[in-house]
């Protein structure tokens, strides 16, 4: 029986396998989450989720390792995980009443015939965010 590591600390992931019965462990991957100069938003995904993915064999080598990231992106700009409810606010602001993309990379790594083998992908989900008040 194949054992499975979610690289992540993420209730939602994990909300997501106990919602379709896959048995798992978890652990968070301390990676550098920084957006690299001139970085795609779909290239930063896909890089986050290979590189959790990378820290998650290491870490569990015997396992099969599923890794995510996701971010919002709105006209071609990354909007990071907001660090206090300012930015936050600005951020449903900018949001309010337009659409944007939602990007998640998807990593899954294991171990085959001695070497490590990461497939990934990005999959994009348009949204479209209704226009909110300021009391909302």
């Known amino acids: ?11 939602r ?3 997501l396998l106990d919602q379709i019965g896959v048995r798992y462990q978890s652990a968070s991957m301390d990676i550098d ?3 690299l100069v001139g970085e795609a938003p779909r290239d930063y995904v896909l ?3 290979r590189e959790k993915a990378q820290a ?5 080598p015997d396992m099969l390792v599923l890794a ?4 919002v992106v709105i006209d071609g700009n990354i909007l990071g995980k907001p660090e206090n409810e300012q930015v936050a606010s600005d951020m449903l602001r900018q949001l309010s009443g337009s659409a944007h993309q939602v990007l998640t ?3 899954l790594a294991k171990h085959i015939n001695g070497k490590v083998c990461i497939e990934a992908q990005v999959v994009v989900t348009e949204v479209y965010f209704s226009a909110i008040t300021e009391n909302q």
Do not use: F
Not at 56 to 60: C, F, H, L, R
Not at 68 to 71: C, M, Q, V
């Open 56 to 60: 998650g064999i290491e870490a569990k």
């Open 1 to 11: 029986m194949i054992e499975l590591l979610l690289a992540s600390a993420s209730s």
């Open 68 to 71: 995510a990231d996701t971010t």
């Open 47 to 49: 890089r986050l989720a």
């Open 13 to 15: 992931r994990k909300e």
């Open 33 to 35: 989450e920084s957006v």
């Open 105 to 107: 990379g998807i990593a």
